[in-house]
């Protein structure tokens, strides 16, 4: 079946416009996920929506990044006046796991590469 | 350790030989430890999800153990061919669905 797709898989923005990043999950995946990566580090974690509600933005690094799921399927993640550190690659995942079943696997999708000039 | 390890950063072998690469992770409070294969321009594909101490898992060419009581699991990939050219990532969940990733090792097969 369908796997995580996200889109764009390249963007170039200047520094200062703002940019949406979309994630379409595996159908019927309860749990989404965003990562940010950045040139040389490992994956970090963002944030969490279990369905619609987003349950964890503990790692969103600024009041810039936003992110919605509003019918519990797509996801968005928005980033306003955008900053040269916001460059990296942008990974969503979605997961099948029910509330407690935390070793189910991450699925990703294939990253957002966001450069900002 | 703090965070979670990968080593060596990058690795170059030559078509047929066999290779293994490490992660290093907390031991306190583990609950899963997953490994991902990341080719270029893809999306990173799940190899293992394993979660007991002396855990180990199989696919094909490619095996890995754990050792949770000294943090640490190791990925072989026997018989290396050109297509197994990828980074590689472990990630470590903490009894939450936050991963905490290595930075990945970098394999390059030579042909």
């Known amino acids: 079946g369908a796997g995580v797709s996200q889109s764009p898989r390249y963007k170039v923005a200047k520094r200062g416009q703002d940019v949406a990043l979309r994630c379409d999950p595996i159908s019927g995946h309860v749990?989404?996920?965003w990562y940010q990566q950045a040139l040389g580090q490992g994956p970090e974690f963002l944030t969490y929506f279990q369905n619609e509600a987003q349950l964890?933005?503990?790692?969103?690094?600024?009041?810039?990044?936003?992110?919605e799921r509003p019918?519990?399927?797509?996801?968005?993640l928005k980033i306003q006046r955008t900053q040269q550190e916001d460059s990296?690659?942008?990974?969503?995942?979605?997961?099948?796991?029910p509330p407690g079943g935390f070793t189910d696997t991450q699925y990703f999708g294939p990253g957002t590469r966001l450069t900002v000039l | 350790i703090l965070n979670v390890?990968?080593?060596p950063q990058s690795l170059h072998v030559q078509e047929g030989d066999s290779t293994n690469f490490t992660c290093s992770f907390p031991s306190s409070n583990f609950y899963a430890l997953h490994w991902y294969r990341w080719e270029t321009a893809k999306s990173p594909e799940a190899l293992f999800v394993m979660t007991l101490n002396g855990d180990e898992k199989k696919k094909g060419r490619i095996s890995a153990t754990?050792?949770?009581k000294e943090g640490y699991s190791y990925l072989y990939i026997k018989g290396s061919q050109p297509e197994d050219s990828a980074t590689y990532l472990c990630a470590s969940s903490s009894g939450t669905?936050?991963?905490?990733?290595?930075?990945g090792t970098r394999l390059k097969v030579l042909a």
């Open chain 2, 5 to 7: 390890e990968q080593s």
């Open chain 2, 66 to 68: 754990l050792n949770t």
């Open chain 2, 97 to 103: 669905y936050k991963y905490i990733f290595g930075t």
């Open chain 1, 56 to 67: 964890d933005k503990s790692g969103l690094p600024s009041d810039r990044f936003f992110a």
């Open chain 1, 31 to 33: 749990s989404l996920f």
């Open chain 1, 71 to 76: 019918e519990g399927s797509v996801s968005t």
């Open chain 1, 88 to 97: 990296a690659v942008y990974l969503c995942a979605s997961s099948s796991t």
